[in-house]
């Protein structure tokens, strides 16, 4: 690989979320837990929509491709720092740490991109319901994820070749319990300006051009529910963006706030990370199950047929 050729050093030390081994003891315990919840609140939910005919609509095959996304995000970081929590030494190569530098930025910005197609569904169910089979056809919604993967692709690509040509000669610890380019910067001995640059552009341009569509499209949904002169009805609307704009806020916040300030190695950077990380795969389900009439509905559907074939 061409770091191999002008990097001295070939791994690096993180410095994990805590020196003190109880402390590492707990944060196991805590971490495990929300790990297994989030595959398990994911895996249940793409189940339910898979098996669940009623939910074969445009808004809940965004919503499976969410599950999908969230596992594979919790998996990129989470079982590294389950496992440095119970090692003495947390290292990791120069190449794995790029490898997961890689696979964060795909995961992270495919989520950014599916949950802007998502506002576009709510706008075309609730804007335009009349219009909603022709607009949201299958073959468009197949097509919006596929964009979706491939954009986030071409993104990861150039950060990550920009990242390779990087020297890194003495400093060799990540005050970072995972690998993220804004802790991993600092420690190279090479000229970083326009690697910066050009990370707060591609954050910018990611991060506004999946944010205005989500803004404008809410817009013109609150604009349109204002105008519906049936309480009920005004309700019942709400509540089918309100998880949307949820995870909206949760994923957009943290991940924004990580990558625009300047790294400082404080707490506000670890629990950032945490945040967009670990805690909204989690919730992601949670929200859209406990705040979803037709998803609950789905739930228990599927839980009775599942304990009629066991009877």
Request: aromatic share 10%; hydrophobic share 50%.
């Amino acid at each position: 690989m061409a770091w191999r050729n002008h990097s001295i050093i070939t791994e690096f030390i993180l410095t994990g979320l805590s020196d003190d081994p109880h402390i590492q003891a707990l944060l196991f315990v805590l971490f495990l837990g929300i790990y297994l919840l989030t595959m398990m609140g994911n895996l249940m939910l793409l189940l339910v929509i898979r098996t669940d005919s009623r939910l074969h609509t445009p808004m809940y095959f965004f919503l499976s491709n969410l599950s999908f996304l969230d596992l594979c995000f919790s998996s990129v970081t989470v079982p590294k720092l389950l496992k440095d929590l119970l090692s003495e030494k947390k290292t990791i190569s120069v190449e794995g740490c790029l490898t997961q530098v890689f696979f964060v930025f795909i995961t992270a910005g495919t989520e950014a991109f599916l949950l802007s197609v998502m506002a576009y569904d709510r706008y075309a169910a609730i804007c335009h319901p009349l219009l909603y089979g022709q607009v949201m056809s299958s073959q468009l919604c197949v097509r919006l994820v596929l964009a979706s993967w491939g954009l986030a692709s071409l993104n990861s690509v150039i950060i990550v070749l920009l990242a390779i040509n990087l020297d890194f000669c003495e400093a060799q610890t990540i005050h970072h319990y995972t690998c993220e380019l804004p802790s991993l910067f600092p420690l190279s001995c090479s000229d970083i300006s326009i690697n910066i640059d050009i990370l707060i552009c591609s954050t910018l341009l990611h991060g506004l051009g999946t944010f205005l569509p989500i803004f404008f499209s809410y817009a013109h949904i609150v604009s349109t529910i204002l105008r519906i002169s049936s309480t009920s009805g005004r309700s019942k609307a709400f509540s089918t963006c309100s998880s949307h704009l949820i995870a909206v806020i949760l994923f957009f916040g943290s991940g924004l706030i990580r990558y625009l300030m300047p790294p400082s190695g404080s707490s506000l950077d670890l629990l950032s990370s945490l945040q967009y990380s670990a805690v909204t795969p989690l919730l992601n389900p949670l929200i859209y199950s406990l705040k979803n009439v037709e998803v609950k509905a789905a739930v228990r559907r599927t839980v009775e047929k599942h304990l009629h074939c066991f009877r």
